[in-house]
């Protein structure tokens, strides 16, 4: 069977101001496509590459207040349904008189760098969430890794736990 949605096919732009997420997909879908998040009333439907979802109930992510999002994209191909789904949190990040900010919020980052073999163990989620609930424990609110992208897993506890990574 012809997929019509493959991995990363999905592209999620949360904007946080306008209270919307726009959704990024491949050109030149067959079909109308129907995007929705999971747990609510929002959803929208579209032909063309962007699908705007209007969100204006939402939930900013914060470390304090983690909370994800799931979108589900269904397109109905001549093979029969294809689904996608990605997680997501509404933030925004920013740089303000030489500060960072989290949804126009200063943040003092307090963090540590770490080289790809000391995220190594990461590969999995369970070994991803202790090092994340280690690093919050002690104080951290920011990882670096260097060396190698993040692990998806690593990437996951953070939003999960609410743990900035660069």
């Given amino acids: 069977p012809v997929h019509v949605l493959g991995a990363g096919a999905l592209f ?3 904007d946080l101001r306008r209270k919307r997420v726009l959704v990024g997909l491949p050109a030149g879908l067959p079909c109308p496509v129907r995007v929705r998040i999971e747990g609510t009333d929002y ?3 579209g032909t063309q590459e962007t699908v705007v979802i209007e969100m204006p109930e939402i939930q900013p992510w914060s470390p304090d207040n983690p909370k994800l999002y799931m979108a589900s994209c269904a397109v109905h191909g ?3 349904p294809d689904t996608l789904q990605a997680r997501f949190g509404m933030r925004e990040c920013s740089i303000k ?8 919020k200063p943040v003092l ?4 760098v770490l080289g790809a073999t000391d995220v190594s163990s990461c590969q999995e989620s369970t070994g991803a969430g202790t090092l994340i609930k280690s690093l919050k424990s002690a104080g951290f609110n920011f990882l670096r890794v260097r060396g ?3 692990p998806a ?3 996951d506890a953070a939003d999960e736990l609410g743990f900035l990574i660069c």
């Fill in 97 to 104: 008189d030489n500060r960072f900010q989290l949804n126009n």
């Fill in 78 to 80: 001549s093979d029969g």
């Fill in 109 to 112: 980052l307090r963090g540590v």
């Fill in 148 to 150: 190698a992208p993040a």
């Fill in 43 to 45: 959803s929208a439907e």
């Fill in 12 to 14: 999620l732009q949360p």
């Fill in 153 to 155: 897993p690593l990437l």
